[in-house]
């Protein structure tokens, strides 16, 4: 059982990258997944979150309108399309399964000129 994040990157601000967390050994269906990031220096934040089995998203005041969250429960993947990137936006990218305290393992994002 295990999260499989990818898809960071380096960009210049107003960059877009689109991460993956695929997940294995179990499905995605009607779970909660989150996105977390930790910045140098800063504790882990909460980014975004999607009920699978609805589609309700959630997202952190100071991405909404630049970041979607989304599924391909074909895939079993999540997905977080980040648009308009800024240098603030940078930080290692975690998903996160709440209901089992799965955590992907990181993958860095880094937003400069």
């Known amino acids: 059982v295990q999260l499989q994040a990818s898809g960071g990157g380096s960009v210049q601000p107003g960059g877009s990258l689109r991460l993956s967390c695929t997940a294995s050994g179990f499905r995605l269906n009607y779970r909660n997944i989150a996105w977390f990031r930790q910045a140098p220096g800063k504790e882990r934040e909460w980014v975004s979150c999607?009920?699978?089995?609805?589609?309700?998203?959630d997202y952190e005041i100071f991405v909404r309108g630049r970041f979607t969250v989304s599924t391909d429960t074909s895939k079993n993947t999540v997905y977080l399309q980040m648009n308009s990137l800024k240098p603030e936006d940078t930080a290692v990218y975690y998903c996160?399964?709440?209901?089992?305290?799965?955590w992907g393992q990181g993958t860095q994002v880094t937003v400069s000129s």
């Open positions: 999607i009920s699978e089995s609805d589609g309700t998203t």
């Open positions: 996160n399964i709440p209901d089992y305290g799965l």
